[in-house]
Each structure stands twice: as structure tokens, then as C-alpha cells.
């Protein structure tokens, strides 16, 4: 910092020219946060830009002196901002910065413990880099390479929600953020957007599992942060689907309001919106707008099967609900480059609860996929965070199946749920195995079952609603009318679900649909 500075100002002192009709002034600022020194030299002569300065050509006459290249060699970043003509006060802006990275990092409540020397190596890797208002330092899908460390200014966390983006918090500076999605190498399921100009560090994935290896306090750290998530949104929406029960009985007390208004501040937000959703449930109950928006929030949940693209599996869901929402639900969700989780489940009852219920479902399934890698693993975590805080002793049928794209081996767990098939050469084959639904009963341990896919072989899911349709006349669809829909259903996946759509429509006629219609198809190609 001293040679910087001397080297600035020497060449100020002695070679800055006046700006005409000015005397010379030469003003010094230095500011220290977070492991970062910025020099800032304000002058009043001519301009002269000293971000650029290279060694002078052979023969050529050197501008700016060695003095300026040494500065350029000693600081991090250089920026220079010559005077406005137009403005009240006529100057010059020099900015030099320079920085710790082992500091940077130090300062940061995520890194508390870590020893110094694995804070110098994870530093020695990491990449500074700034950023203008509005700009996304992590995009919400996109698969979590690495994480920031943001060391000025503040960023929102945001999450796209039916088109419109939805702030989670906003964190100040110094703060660690991308972490969990990087350590977990899943894609992100939120934004970070700038808030202002901010100063950031980029650590990769690579450099912060090597720190965890060296450390592992701090990969625990990480955990310990994700299970304080899942802790606070279990409890709450726990909370939130019993509130809404209530709600739709007409008999939601004013204890039970204020607890709803009350959430962990990280879902402040999410409370909100919430709330007011609830305002207009108790104005406007079971009218169909209201009731439309509710499911277009429910369909939100869902994932699109146009994103997912491998060219070695075709896949394709839909769900055609018996109300406005419901409880049926699918998932579909890469783990890495060779494996596809597929999951289908229904929860009991109908209405909003379910529908609330069914989100909790849906969440703690992918957030148990993002920490365990068996299938029977993933099913018993679910079924352990759909457990906690579950006073309505709802619960919901899932299978849960891992396809490895490499081989067609599927590894799975039927908790309860309508039996899948599997569609190979002209035969449908259905697959045994069933355990107990979950949401009920933690610490519950579930078995593996295994089958095979050929290439052209497919695995068609689906949920009671298909199964159970029935006539006017009370004659049901059955197992022996799917699987004949299934022999002439086509050779896509798409094709195979829209088929047993219509076929299902077609048998029960204008008799009122009494469950959800949902179906899951997976196809290797």
C-alpha cells in the first residue's frame, strides 16, 4: 500500500499539470472492509489515464514512467476517472485496490473456525469480480458451479414464482452465498441478484470441497445451514396447511391467524404472500377465481418435462386435477449426468390441505434427493421431513424410482402407490412392491426393488385417478383397460400419457371425475 501510494502521488507532485486557472490540490482517501484496502486520489490537473500504461516500445518515448507499471504490478485493481467538465467541482478520480484474500474470506461468519492456512489456499484460487445494480451474480436453474463471497454492498435472493420474481432476503455484505447448491452440485433453486454495485469473490466447487475435505467443520457448517432450512419451511408450512384446513372449514381461529403472521424471518416473504392469499380464500371461499389462481400456483410446483432433455430417455408427465387443485403430484429431476429421478405420489384428501400437504411432499423429496444418493435413502428422508410438524396427520402415496440413462437399471420404492408398468416388446409387465404411504410415521427404513429397461422400453406411472375412473354407472376403468391402452399407446412417452388421457376420458363419458388424473412416462430410447 505505501509503494502504491508513493508511486501515485510522486508522479501527481511532479509531473501533474494544473488544470487551467486552477491551483493543483491532491486529495487522499483509504477505506479498509472486509479484507479489501481502496486508496481513492482525488487531483485537479489534466487528465492523464493510468489504467493502461504497458512498457514503452523499442525506440519509443515511455508514458506515464515505471513508477505507474509498478503500481499496476503491486494493486488488484486500478480505475481511473477523469474529471467532468460540466460538473461543480472539477476533479480527477484515481482508485487503487488491493487485497487479502485470506482476510476477505476471514471476515465472512461462514468461514468462522476455518485455520488460517485453508483460507489461504481457498483464497489463492478465488476470482474477484464486481458487479453492476441489477446484474445476477447466480441464476436460479442453472447447475451451482461454485459460490460467491460478497465482500460490497448487498444482494436480494430471489426466487421466479408464475412469472414474477419473488425476493426471499437481502443479505449485506460480508456474506457467503451460493454454497449449499454448489457443495450439493444441484441446480440452483434461487437467483442472487446485485444490489447496487457489489464486490464479489467467485470460489469454485472444486476449491470449496478441498477446503472441506482439509476442514470438515465446514462442510458440516453447510449441512448444519440446510437442515436449518428445511427445519424452518417444514415447520411452517406444517403450520401453513393446517391454517388453510381450517380456512376451508370456516372455522380458522385468531390465534392460528397470528401464528401464520408470524413465520422465521426467512420466510417472511413466502408468510406474506400467504396471508394474503388466505384474506381472499376467507372473502371469496370456493370461488372459481380464486380457486384458478390456486392451482395455477399448484401447476407452478410442477416440473416441465420440456427442460428436461437427454438423448438417450424421452420423458413426459401431465396432470388433469378432479378440482381446481389437488393432491397428486410427479417430479422429475436429474442427479447427475447418468441418473433420473422419477417420483409420482398422491396425498390423501382433496382441496387446499391437500394441495398445501402435497408442496410439503414435494419439497422435502427434493430436498432429501440433494443429500442422498439410494433411492430407499431419499424415500426415508422425505418421509422423515413430511413427518415433523405434521398435526393434520395427512399423508401421501409416492413411488420414488432412480433410472440409470447408461443401462436402463431402475432402482425404486412403492410406498403405497398405484403399481407402475413396465411396456417392452408388446407386453406390460406391472411391478410388485409395496410399503407404507409416508407423512405418518418417522425413522421408518424402506427396501429397495429393482428392474431393467430396454432401449425402446417403457415405464408408465400412474394414479389411482386412472385406475379407479368410473362411469355413471359405477363400472371402474381398471388394471386390464390400462394395460390394453398401453399396447396401442405409441412409441413416445408424450404420446403414451396424452393416450391414456383420452382413453380414460372417453370410458367414464360426462359422469363427474371423482380424483385426480395423473400420469408419468419414461421411455429409453
Given at each position: 500500500?505505501?509503494?502504491?501510494?508513493?508511486?501515485?502521488?510522486?508522479?501527481?507532485?511532479?509531473?501533474?499539470?494544473?488544470?487551467?486557472?486552477?491551483?493543483?490540490?491532491?486529495?487522499?482517501?483509504?477505506?479498509?472492509?472486509?479484507?479489501?484496502?481502496?486508496?481513492?486520489?482525488?487531483?485537479?490537473?489534466?487528465?492523464?489515464?493510468?489504467?493502461?500504461?504497458?512498457?514503452?516500445?523499442?525506440?519509443?518515448?515511455?508514458?506515464?514512467?515505471?513508477?505507474?507499471?509498478?503500481?499496476?504490478?503491486?494493486?488488484?485493481?486500478?480505475?481511473?476517472?477523469?474529471?467532468?467538465?460540466?460538473?461543480?467541482?472539477?476533479?480527477n478520480h484515481l482508485s487503487i485496490v488491493l487485497r487479502d484474500p485470506t482476510a476477505v474470506l476471514a471476515a465472512v461468519p461462514a468461514f468462522s473456525g476455518v485455520p488460517t492456512e485453508v483460507l489461504a489456499e481457498l483464497g489463492a484460487s478465488a476470482l474477484h469480480e464486481t458487479f453492476a445494480s441489477g446484474a445476477l451474480l447466480a441464476r436460479q436453474?442453472?447447475?451451482?458451479?461454485?459460490?460467491?463471497?460478497?465482500?460490497?454492498?448487498?444482494?436480494?435472493?430471489?426466487?421466479?414464482?408464475?412469472?414474477?420474481?419473488?425476493?426471499?432476503?437481502?443479505?449485506?455484505?460480508?456474506?457467503?452465498?451460493?454454497?449449499?447448491?454448489?457443495?450439493?452440485?444441484?441446480?440452483?433453486?434461487?437467483?442472487?441478484?446485485?444490489?447496487?454495485?457489489?464486490?464479489?469473490?467467485?470460489?469454485?466447487?472444486?476449491?470449496?470441497?478441498?477446503?472441506?475435505?482439509?476442514?470438515?467443520?465446514?462442510?458440516?457448517?453447510?449441512?448444519?445451514?440446510?437442515?436449518?432450512?428445511?427445519?424452518?419451511?417444514?415447520?411452517?408450512?406444517?403450520?401453513?396447511?393446517?391454517?388453510?384446513?381450517?380456512?376451508?372449514?370456516?372455522?380458522?381461529?385468531?390465534?392460528?391467524?397470528?401464528?401464520?403472521?408470524?413465520?422465521?424471518?426467512?420466510?417472511?416473504?413466502?408468510?406474506?404472500?400467504?396471508?394474503?392469499?388466505?384474506?381472499?380464500?376467507?372473502?371469496?371461499?370456493?370461488?372459481?377465481?380464486?380457486?384458478?389462481?390456486?392451482?395455477?400456483?399448484?401447476?407452478?410446483?410442477?416440473?416441465?418435462?420440456?427442460?428436461?432433455?437427454?438423448?438417450?430417455?424421452?420423458?413426459?408427465?401431465?396432470?388433469?386435477?378432479?378440482?381446481?387443485?389437488?393432491?397428486?403430484?410427479?417430479?422429475?429431476?436429474?442427479?447427475?449426468?447418468?441418473?433420473?429421478?422419477?417420483?409420482?405420489?398422491?396425498?390423501?384428501?382433496?382441496?387446499?390441505?391437500?394441495?398445501?400437504?402435497?408442496?410439503?411432499?414435494?419439497?422435502?423429496?427434493?430436498?432429501?434427493?440433494?443429500?442422498?444418493?439410494?433411492?430407499?435413502?431419499?424415500?426415508?428422508?422425505?418421509?422423515?421431513?413430511?413427518?415433523?410438524?405434521?398435526?393434520?396427520?395427512?399423508?401421501?402415496?409416492?413411488?420414488?424410482?432412480i433410472v440409470d440413462l447408461r443401462n436402463g437399471d431402475v432402482s425404486y420404492v412403492n410406498c403405497g402407490h398405484v403399481g407402475p408398468s413396465r411396456v417392452s416388446a408388446g407386453r406390460v409387465t406391472p411391478l410388485e412392491g409395496v410399503a407404507p404411504p409416508i407423512g405418518l410415521f418417522p425413522g421408518r427404513a424402506y427396501r429397495t426393488l429393482e428392474t431393467r429397461l430396454a432401449r425402446g422400453d417403457m415405464l408408465v406411472c400412474v394414479s389411482d385417478g386412472v385406475t379407479e375412473a368410473m362411469t355413471s354407472a359405477d363400472e371402474e376403468y381398471g388394471d386390464a383397460r390400462l394395460a390394453a391402452c398401453?399396447?396401442?399407446?405409441?412409441?413416445?412417452?408424450?404420446?403414451?400419457?396424452?393416450?391414456?388421457?383420452?382413453?380414460?376420458?372417453?370410458?367414464?363419458?360426462?359422469?363427474?371425475?371423482?380424483?385426480?388424473?395423473?400420469?408419468?412416462?419414461?421411455?429409453?430410447?
Amino acid at each position: 500500500m505505501d509503494v502504491c501510494i508513493e508511486e501515485a502521488l510522486a508522479n501527481l507532485v511532479m509531473h501533474g499539470t494544473p488544470a487551467a486557472g486552477l491551483d493543483k490540490q491532491i486529495g487522499l482517501e483509504i477505506a479498509v472492509s472486509n479484507g479489501e484496502i481502496v486508496v481513492t486520489i482525488e487531483d485537479i490537473c489534466v487528465p492523464f489515464d493510468v489504467e493502461h500504461v504497458a512498457p514503452p516500445a523499442p525506440g519509443a518515448r515511455a508514458v506515464g514512467g515505471a513508477g505507474l507499471r509498478i503500481l499496476h504490478a503491486i494493486a488488484d485493481e486500478v480505475r481511473y476517472a477523469p474529471a467532468d467538465p460540466s460538473a461543480a467541482r472539477v476533479v480527477n478520480h484515481l482508485s487503487i485496490v488491493l487485497r487479502d484474500p485470506t482476510a476477505v474470506l476471514a471476515a465472512v461468519p461462514a468461514f468462522s473456525g476455518v485455520p488460517t492456512e485453508v483460507l489461504a489456499e481457498l483464497g489463492a484460487s478465488a476470482l474477484h469480480e464486481t458487479f453492476a445494480s441489477g446484474a445476477l451474480l447466480a441464476r436460479q436453474g442453472e447447475v451451482a458451479e461454485g459460490a460467491y463471497v460478497v465482500t460490497r454492498g448487498a444482494v436480494d435472493v430471489i426466487a421466479a414464482r408464475g412469472g414474477e420474481d419473488v425476493v426471499l432476503a437481502t443479505l449485506s455484505a460480508p456474506v457467503l452465498v451460493g454454497e449449499i447448491g454448489a457443495v450439493a452440485n444441484v441446480p440452483r433453486t434461487a437467483s442472487v441478484r446485485a444490489v447496487g454495485e457489489v464486490r464479489a469473490v467467485r470460489l469454485t466447487r472444486a476449491a470449496l470441497l478441498a477446503a472441506g475435505y482439509k476442514h470438515p467443520p465446514l462442510l458440516v457448517q453447510v449441512i448444519a445451514r440446510l437442515g436449518d432450512q428445511i427445519r424452518a419451511v417444514n415447520g411452517a408450512l406444517g403450520l401453513y396447511a393446517t391454517g388453510f384446513a381450517a380456512l376451508e372449514r370456516g372455522d380458522l381461529t385468531p390465534e392460528m391467524r397470528a401464528a401464520l403472521m408470524a413465520p422465521p424471518p426467512d420466510l417472511a416473504p413466502f408468510a406474506a404472500a400467504l396471508a394474503r392469499l388466505a384474506d381472499r380464500i376467507a372473502q371469496e371461499r370456493r370461488l372459481r377465481s380464486d380457486m384458478a389462481a390456486a392451482a395455477a400456483i399448484q401447476r407452478a410446483l410442477l416440473p416441465v418435462p420440456s427442460a428436461f432433455s437427454d438423448p438417450r430417455c424421452d420423458v413426459f408427465a401431465d396432470i388433469k386435477p378432479a378440482r381446481e387443485v389437488g393432491g397428486d403430484f410427479y417430479e422429475i429431476m436429474r442427479l447427475d449426468e447418468d441418473h433420473l429421478l422419477l417420483a409420482i405420489g398422491d396425498v390423501c384428501g382433496k382441496g387446499v390441505a391437500a394441495s398445501l400437504f402435497m408442496s410439503v411432499v414435494l419439497t422435502a423429496l427434493r430436498i432429501a434427493a440433494r443429500t442422498h444418493d439410494r433411492v430407499e435413502d431419499i424415500v426415508a428422508a422425505a418421509n422423515d421431513h413430511a413427518s415433523a410438524d405434521n398435526a393434520t396427520s395427512m399423508f401421501a402415496t409416492l413411488f420414488c424410482g432412480i433410472v440409470d440413462l447408461r443401462n436402463g437399471d431402475v432402482s425404486y420404492v412403492n410406498c403405497g402407490h398405484v403399481g407402475p408398468s413396465r411396456v417392452s416388446a408388446g407386453r406390460v409387465t406391472p411391478l410388485e412392491g409395496v410399503a407404507p404411504p409416508i407423512g405418518l410415521f418417522p425413522g421408518r427404513a424402506y427396501r429397495t426393488l429393482e428392474t431393467r429397461l430396454a432401449r425402446g422400453d417403457m415405464l408408465v406411472c400412474v394414479s389411482d385417478g386412472v385406475t379407479e375412473a368410473m362411469t355413471s354407472a359405477d363400472e371402474e376403468y381398471g388394471d386390464a383397460r390400462l394395460a390394453a391402452c398401453l399396447l396401442r399407446a405409441g412409441d413416445t412417452a408424450e404420446g403414451c400419457v396424452n393416450r391414456i388421457i383420452a382413453d380414460v376420458d372417453a370410458f367414464v363419458g360426462d359422469a363427474e371425475p371423482s380424483d385426480d388424473l395423473t400420469c408419468l412416462v419414461v421411455r429409453l430410447v
